[in-house]
């Protein structure tokens, strides 16, 4: 089955600097990448994902980056704000399955003022 | 619009003890998840429902742990002969389904904080 790990576990970066937060994947099949965000005693939310016949895709300040021949994806945040400062989840899934999403075990990004 | 949500916020136990989570998924959405999150941990799928469909249990980690949704809405997970592991966050999630080649936003509830004594 899938297999999702995802580095580095803490990431402390300048306020103003860029942070990038790698996923790595074992299921050539998995077609489906979807980044959440969970603040501080906060639920997890969804703030961009991509799928697997796109290489890229941004949003403001966010982007996400796919490499599907080494099945990884990552997370890369440019001009960091406090606001920032979260436990970011990747997940993949193969959508032409039954299969569930399979997540990452998170990374704390600390945003350091 | 409502969100999310889930009852009670906290829950302590005595080891040994049932206990029952409550979701209330967003109106319309037929995809319900739960899912375990231990203490600077990550997300552990427990178990998902799709309309009418037979859930899929796989995630479940043993026969102490079931759920139920009544009527496509509303969800119950039960812990029977709670353990101190099971001391976890305990989170809900809705969509609006998933079909074969397409996969909708998950949009969690707060949760339910467990703590086994």
């Known amino acids: 089955g899938e297999n999702v790990e995802q580095h580095p576990s803490t990431l402390s970066v300048q306020e103003g600097d860029s942070a990038v937060i790698k996923c790595t994947y074992s299921d050539s099949a998995s077609n489906y990448f979807p980044w959440y965000k969970q603040e501080l005693g906060k639920r997890p939310q969804l703030i961009i994902d991509i799928r697997s016949n796109v290489g890229e895709k941004k949003d403001q300040r966010i982007a996400v980056t796919l490499n599907k021949t080494a099945k990884h994806f990552s997370l890369h945040i440019t001009e960091t704000q406090p606001e920032d400062s979260a436990v970011y989840f990747c997940?993949?899934?193969?959508?032409?399955?039954?299969?569930?999403?399979?997540w990452g075990a998170g990374t704390k990004l600390i945003i350091k003022p | 619009g409502a969100g999310v949500s889930q009852s009670p916020s906290n829950k302590v136990t005595e080891k040994g003890k049932d206990v029952e989570l409550r979701c209330d998924p967003i109106?319309?959405?037929?995809?319900l998840y739960w899912y375990r999150q231990s203490l600077g941990q990550g997300l552990e799928f427990l178990i998902y429902?799709?309309?009418?469909?037979?859930?899929?249990k796989s995630g479940l980690p043993s026969d102490r742990f079931s759920a139920e949704r009544t009527g496509g809405s509303v969800s119950t997970l039960t812990i029977q002969r709670t353990q101190q592991e099971d001391s976890a966050v305990y989170l809900c999630a809705s969509s609006l389904g998933r079909g074969f080649y397409s996969y909708n936003e998950q949009f969690f509830g707060p949760g339910t904080r467990l703590t086994v004594l």
């Open positions: 997940a993949a899934i193969r959508l032409d399955s039954n299969y569930q999403l399979i």
């Open positions: 429902f799709q309309g009418n469909s037979a859930p899929d």
């Open positions: 109106s319309g959405h037929t995809a």
